[in-house]
């Protein structure tokens, strides 16, 4: 409705609009009006290549005059699995310890001898109090159903290959996924699973969980985790402990 009033305006007057919308799905405005077809320009804010990251490490190392080591980097690059909050807060804590704060007036080489494995479980465990409410809240549903479907989708989101959640999982998969170890396997259809996954996002903001961490695209029937660093904390958490804080620890006997 509102890109139809301002297509409105744009023909009758001398204005011009320029919309900013954030989402993960290129092009998701044209699926809504398809008026739009042609208009729209997608840029991905949330995709950052190792080139992207390499400028940002020239850029950073420029203004501050420091110079972290390539070992350093490409640990970075190749373990923050595209995460740019990750990567800034790597940083940033390496350059805490050797307090630096401001732009030096020598170089200085920053992060030798850093074991960056450690630095990365160190930063992702300030977010385990939050995905662990995450998933207690998420996982007791709206109220008690038979299936228990949203503790059983988490049982999914904990238990699928972290690359399959990035490029989204269809409906089916995760299906196949529950059906693997849900009691009443049978009853578990798409149809139904649709129904609590078209309430997810809702489900997380009555929850308060902000940023949500996953949501479900109707249109194209997959769902899809859109906090990468909850996808980093659970390579770090045990199965046993994930399960049985979706209430679900007779699994991991």
């Not at 949500?212 to 990468?228: L, N, P, Q, W």
Request: aromatic share 10%; net charge negative.
């Amino acid at each position: 409705d509102f890109s139809i009033a301002l297509k409105a305006y744009h023909e009758e007057s001398s204005l011009c609009f320029i919309i900013v919308g954030v989402w993960l799905e290129d092009d998701r405005l044209t699926t809504f009006n398809g008026d739009l077809a042609g208009r729209i320009v997608s840029i991905n804010a949330d995709k950052w290549l190792d080139e992207n990251i390499d400028e940002l490490f020239t850029v950073s190392e420029a203004l501050l005059n420091i110079s972290f080591t390539e070992n350093f980097k490409n640990c970075v690059k190749q373990k923050c699995n595209g995460s740019i909050f990750l990567v800034q807060q790597l940083c940033m804590k390496v350059c805490e310890a050797q307090s630096i704060s401001k732009t030096q007036e020598e170089q200085i080489v920053v992060a030798e001898n850093i074991d960056i494995t450690d630095e990365i479980k160190s930063v992702l465990d300030m977010h385990t109090g939050r995905f662990t409410k995450f998933l207690m809240d998420f996982s007791a549903g709206f109220q008690p159903t038979e299936l228990e479907l949203y503790k059983w989708i988490l049982f999914a989101l904990v238990t699928i290959d972290e690359k399959f959640l990035l490029e989204g999982l269809p409906i089916q998969a995760l299906r196949r996924q529950i059906q693997t170890a849900h009691p009443k396997k049978s009853e578990v259809s798409v149809k139904k699973l649709s129904g609590a996954l078209n309430k997810a996002v809702s489900l997380q903001l009555d929850n308060r969980t902000k940023p949500i961490v996953f949501e479900y695209d109707s249109s194209r029937s997959r769902v899809k985790v859109v906090d990468k660093s909850f996808l980093l904390w659970k390579q770090f958490q045990e199965l046993p402990e994930l399960l049985e804080y979706i209430d679900l620890e007779e699994l991991a006997k």
